[in-house]
């Protein structure tokens, strides 16, 4: 089984204050694999650092030590995200463009021709229900559309690997039901989703696979039964035990 | 093999500096624009005139003490009243009727609307006339080529608020913008004559003025007026210096453009006589 | 190539969409047609006036519309936070600042394109008289110029966060070239020798936008700049251009996204 993302021993601090005096470790040393074809659950409290070790795989933050690897190509070369779909935590897009020049534009950065690029919008606005507005800017969009506008430019490139950063964070049940169905619909696709989540009743459905973190430390991997029977509990007992929310259980 | 970015960083500032020093000499010849030391002409290169005009205007407003008709009222643009006080044309203003200082109101509205209005014909007096000089600084940093500006702003100063130096200094500047005023020059004479009673300067400065004007042919052709203002202005100083020959030939010299050359005859004839009760040193000709 | 037009066209369409150049180009006109009004009959050298002025505002309503435009791109895409998405596709921060150059000079370019139409239309219709040469020079030289004044404000935005803070001192400094940078040699003239040669250094490295001003030329009808001097005035710009954005790229390259 080939691996498609990884972290080795991945340090982040942050500086802060006037004279950088303040050191804040977000990520301790992280160690993470992912195999192909994959659902992986990345699971922390919130302050957990889960955003920012996925800002290192996307480049966004340059990690302190420690190095992470899509496609076996080190982050910090643009060409790894060439087949990544990417929804960050909190979605705005241009507002003065519709959804269509917006997957257009998207579409003409990974360098899809023209015919592709038409067929793939029409595909994509009929997977997240857009068809109607796609001829509206932006800035008229509620937030359910406006995430849903994320998820298919999160698409465009018929990425191999998706990276969601909460996906579901602000949704009501009825758009969480369909995140998560358009979640199971990739993985039939054979494709590798790996997303991060401090809400567990989704995981617990659609995750092959999950890793807890807490304070920029890993806390445990595994298969969702794995640890379930480890705590000989549900996932969430399990998850409280693991970031050691209950004192008195042992780990 | 990938050059340091720090070094390309420097390969192009050196390209940068090279560019500057080849290109720095033919660059003068594009354009004059920013070669001016003065912003205004910088930015707004002849437009500026558009405001001299306005701060001019602005002048003979406050010279006003506010009212003034405006743009729409103006029936015939020309001298302002501003430039006929300091030819002192407008010490009749007592018969000038509010009236017509506005024109007839046009209709009742106007009428009605006057009451409202300072519609007193008033004029700056006591020293309140340097509120007019602002106005005439940024005219004449507006458009330095407006010699009004300089006779109106000397004429101020030197008669109305005692300032006979600054008036000089500012008829200087205007002779540096326009070397060949006449006008300017004339104002200077006056300036010698009335303030410091210097008349060797504002003789100089006269025959000056008269050379000039003689030799624009415009000036020659549409201003004669001036011919006999700055030639009686001459006889009267020479009077004065009682060189009395000169200020006959002087007086002779203004009859042959004067309205009135029996008026100047008159003044002619008493010089005769006072030369004949008591002849004159000198009896060289003007030039 | 193909992503930085992506990415230019976007700053494009935005600047129409947004509309802020409509109200400078309306005002352009209503300022120019109010001073072609004003006084028209009584001064015979009108056209000359109106010309001036209608060129002034011309070059403040570029610098603005360049200055304000740019300022704004990088940190408007961070607060809204569109950069991740974008910076997650196989985009290089190099792609990213050159897409914002390219669009924001474009967008000034179309812009200035427009304001040099309504000029020509409106002396043209004065005079009969349309030198199309003289302002073709005119309008590359500004362009080139504004380019300059981009990348500048690029760089600025990296540097400081706010748009007003860049965009102010920005303008101040393309204000201070442009008024001043010419009369610094005159300055280092009068100084004695350590400050003379500072002054002389700091003359020759600043970028003179002042030579781009030519627009004595298209009001007093000068004729031409000699081509070959068109020619060494865009590499000079160009030089400029690259020192900005290089100095902009070395900024942003490293520089962590995280808010
Ligand atoms: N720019 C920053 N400067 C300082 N601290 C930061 C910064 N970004 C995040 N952090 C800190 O790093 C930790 C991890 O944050 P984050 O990755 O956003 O957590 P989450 O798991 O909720 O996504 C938090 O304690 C947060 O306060
Ligand atoms: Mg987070």
């Known amino acids: 089984m080939s691996i498609i993302l990884k972290t080795e021993k991945l340090r982040v601090e942050f500086t802060s204050g006037e004279l950088r005096q303040t050191t804040k470790v977000a990520l301790g040393s992280l160690d993470l694999e992912v195999n192909v074809g994959e659902v992986f659950g990345f699971l922390g409290p919130n302050g957990a650092g889960k955003t920012t070790a996925i800002n290192v795989l996307l480049g966004f933050v340059p990690p302190t030590r420690g190095a992470a690897y899509l496609f076996g190509i080190d982050v910090r070369q643009p060409i790894a995200r060439q087949r990544i779909g990417y929804l960050p935590e909190m979605t705005y897009y241009y507002k003065f463009l519709t959804a269509e020049e917006l997957l257009r534009f998207y579409a003409r950065i990974f360098g ?7 067929k793939r919008i029409d595909q994509l606005l009929k997977l ?108 969430e007992k399990a998850f409280l035990d693991i970031i050691g929310y209950q004192t008195q259980s042992a780990s | 093999m990938k ?42 290169g002849d437009g500026r005139r558009l405001f001299a005009n306005q701060f001019f205007t602005m002048a003979d407003v406050y010279f006003h003490s506010g009212y003034y008709p405006s743009i729409f009222d103006l029936r015939e643009e020309g001298t302002k009243e501003i430039v006929a006080a300091t030819h002192g044309q407008a010490e009749n203003e007592e018969q000038e009727k509010k009236e017509d200082f506005l024109g007839k109101p046009k209709d009742w509205i106007d009428r009605f609307g006057r009451h409202f209005h300072i519609t007193e014909h008033t004029h700056l007096e006591h020293g309140n006339e340097r509120e007019i000089l602002p106005w005439l600084r940024l005219a004449a940093d507006m458009d330095p080529q407006k010699i009004e500006t300089y006779t109106v702003g000397s004429f101020f100063m030197r ?102 050359p029996n008026a100047l005859q008159q003044r002619i004839d008493e010089i005769k006589k006072k030369m004949a009760a008591q002849p004159s040193p000198t009896n060289s000709q003007p030039h | ?114 304001f040099y139409v309504f000029f020509a239309i409106i002396t043209g219709s004065r005079e009969q008289y349309w030198p199309w040469l003289t302002y073709l020079q005119a309008i590359w030289l500004q362009w080139a110029m504004l380019a300059v004044v981009i990348a500048l404000s690029l760089c600025g935005s990296i540097i400081s966060a706010a748009p007003s803070s860049t965009t102010t001192i920005c303008f101040i400094a393309v204000a201070g070239i442009l008024l001043f940078g010419g009369h610094l040699n005159m300055v280092a003239l009068h100084q004695s020798q350590p400050l003379q040669t500072i002054f002389y250094t700091i003359y020759f490295l600043i970028p003179h936008l002042e030579w781009f001003d030519i627009r004595d030329r298209v009001i007093y009808d000068w004729g031409l700049v000699n081509w070959l001097d068109c020619v060494l005035a865009t590499l000079y710009a160009a030089a400029y251009t690259g020192l900005f954005l290089l100095l902009t790229w070395l900024g942003f390259r490293r520089k962590s996204l995280n808010t």
């Open chain 1, 112 to 118: 899809l021709p023209r015919a592709e690029a038409d």
């Open chain 1, 128 to 235: 997240v229900e857009l068809e109607q507005a796609r001829k509206r800017s932006i800035k008229s969009y509620s937030k359910g559309m406006q995430q849903r506008v994320g998820l298919a430019q999160a698409l465009i490139n018929n990425p191999d690997l998706l990276i969601l950063d909460e996906p579901t964070s602000g949704l009501d049940p009825l758009g969480r039901m369909k995140v998560r169905e358009i979640i199971q619909r990739l993985k039939n696709e054979g494709k590798t989703v790996f997303f991060s989540s401090h809400e567990l009743g989704e995981v617990e459905t659609v995750c092959d696979r999950v890793a807890i973190i807490n304070q920029g430390e890993l806390k445990a991997t595994g298969r969702v039964s794995d640890l379930v029977a480890q705590h000989q509990a549900n996932l």
């Open chain 2, 3 to 44: 050059a340091s970015p720090y070094l390309v960083l420097a390969f192009v500032l050196m390209v940068c500096f090279t560019l500057a020093t080849g290109i720095e000499p033919r660059a003068s010849t594009w354009s004059n624009r920013t070669k001016s030391n003065n912003v205004f002409s910088m930015l707004f």
């Open chain 2, 159 to 260: 008669m109305h608020l005692n300032q006979p130096r600054e008036a000089e200094a500012f008829l200087r500047e205007g002779l540096r913008n326009n070397p060949n005023s006449y006008e300017i020059l004339f104002e200077l004479g006056q300036l010698y004559d009335e303030n410091d009673h210097d008349t060797g300067r504002a003789r100089d400065v006269w025959q000056l003025a008269l050379h000039k004007w003689s030799k624009d042919p415009e000036a020659v052709k549409d201003n004669k007026l001036f011919f006999e203002e700055i030639t009686v202005h001459l006889a009267q100083l020479e009077r004065e210096a009682g060189n009395w020959q000169q200020a006959i030939n002087w007086f002779q010299a203004a009859q042959k453009v004067s309205p009135d």
């Open chain 3, 1 to 114: 190539m193909n992503t930085i037009w992506a990415l230019a066209g976007v700053v494009i369409k935005e600047m129409y969409r947004r509309k802020d150049f409509y109200v400078l180009f309306v005002l352009t006109a209503l300022i120019t047609i109010a001073a072609g009004m004003v006084n028209f009959f009584d001064d015979p050298k009108i056209v000359r006036y109106v010309k001036d002025i209608c060129m002034l505002l011309i070059w403040i309503s570029a610098l603005l519309i360049a200055i304000v435009t740019t300022a704004r791109q990088i940190p408007a895409e961070r607060e809204s936070r569109t950069i991740f998405p974008l910076l997650a596709k196989p985009v290089t921060r190099g792609q990213f600042i050159l897409g914002k150059f390219f669009g924001c000079w474009l967008a000034t370019g179309i812009a200035l394109l427009v």
